[in-house]
């Protein structure tokens, strides 16, 4: 036999119980593998949440950075209180001593400033939301501000702002009482008024001054 004869491939024989593959055949597994490549980059990146992608293996430094990372990123978004941060913190695992150094040092950048985020409410619900002294009390306590701070920042809100608000709720509530009596009207209003936390001479000055000017 020649060397050239010797080098020829010789030609495929099947079985008799296997058949040939025809040309579909051979190119299926390349278009499912094609189909599966396409699934694979149309399906969205699910983020994993911070508590769940933190591993057991996780190195103390890793834990630092991730949590740091949670933290301010929060904090970039809106104004938290320290009970906020505090309970974010403990939820991560973070002990005592690390949780109030970790407060410390957020303090310390600027980052939590409870006497801020009270000044910051106060304005929020008081001048855009229309509610009262009351509300904003209740608000901050929510969020765990301290007694005096809060105290301190719903004072400093001036009462004929207050006053000008609570009428502007109570002008805009009357008109959906006109076919009410002046003394249903009068005490669905006020009850309205008193769970927007304003306080009771607001509220009366404010029903009347409503009142008279819808109906007038």
């Known amino acids: 036999m020649s060397d050239e004869s010797s080098e020829r491939l010789a030609p495929v024989t099947y079985l008799p119980w296997a058949k040939e593959p025809t040309a579909r055949s051979r190119e299926t597994p390349v278009r499912e593998e094609r189909v599966r490549e396409a699934r694979v980059r149309e399906s969205p990146i699910q983020e994993v949440p911070d508590h769940e992608a933190s591993g057991s293996d996780e190195t103390g430094a890793e834990r630092d950075a991730r949590v740091d990372r949670l933290v301010v ?8 209180s320290v009970s906020e941060v505090r309970a974010v913190l403990v939820e991560h695992g973070l002990d005592d001593i690390e949780v109030e150094e970790w407060l410390e040092r957020y303090e310390r950048l600027g ?5 801020r985020l009270a000044e910051q409410v106060v304005h929020s619900h008081g001048v855009r939301r ?8 209740q608000e901050l306590g929510r969020r765990g501000v301290d007694n005096s701070l809060a105290r301190a920042a719903v004072e400093d809100l001036d009462p004929e702002t207050e006053l000008e608000n609570a009428r502007t709720v109570a002008e805009r509530r009357a008109r959906q009482l006109r076919g009410l009596d002046r003394q249903t009207a009068e005490r669905r209003l006020s009850a309205f008024l008193q769970r927007r936390g304003y306080p009771g001479d607001v509220v009366r000055e404010a029903v009347s001054a409503a009142l ?5």
């Open 73 to 80: 990123s929060r904090l970039r978004r809106s104004a938290l």
């Open 130 to 137: 229309g509610r009262g002294s009351g509300a904003i009390l």
């Open 111 to 115: 980052y939590l400033d409870d006497a």
């Open 212 to 216: 008279a000017a819808d109906r007038s």
